[in-house]
């Protein structure tokens, strides 16, 4: 069993940050990837930002210069620090590792951007 537990999910108004944790726990050996996706109603889910094993990211052309995705290996831990948040932002925003025999999900954290 792989588990990966998120939080830090929440609403905020425009212009706010937030920072989005997920641990995961569990049967794991090698984490080839992290990263953090997000879905909004209706729309399909799209890949926010990803972390390679070697420590290369990438981010979506919409949140590039915003986010920011970090780890800490010692606990199996990846963030999500979201800056200068946008109401387009708003979506639910799962986790996900990439291990050499699958990959595993967390279970999603709300992340609302209103005034």
């Known amino acids: 069993q792989v588990q990966l537990v998120e939080s830090g999910g929440g609403l905020v108004q425009p212009g706010g940050s937030l920072r989005l944790s997920c641990a995961a726990s569990g049967s794991i050996f090698s984490i080839n990837g992290m990263g953090w996706y997000r879905q909004a109603p209706g729309k399909q889910r799209e890949l926010v930002a990803a972390i390679r094993r070697g420590g290369s990211t990438n981010y979506a052309d919409s949140v590039k210069g915003r986010f920011t995705i970090s780890r800490d290996n010692t606990k199996n831990t990846v963030y999500l620090q979201m800056n200068s948040l946008k109401p387009e932002d708003t979506a639910v925003y799962y986790c996900?590792?990439?291990?050499?025999?699958?990959?595993?999900w967390g279970q999603g954290t709300q992340v609302t951007v209103s005034s």
């Open positions: 996900n590792i990439l291990l050499s025999w699958g990959d595993y």
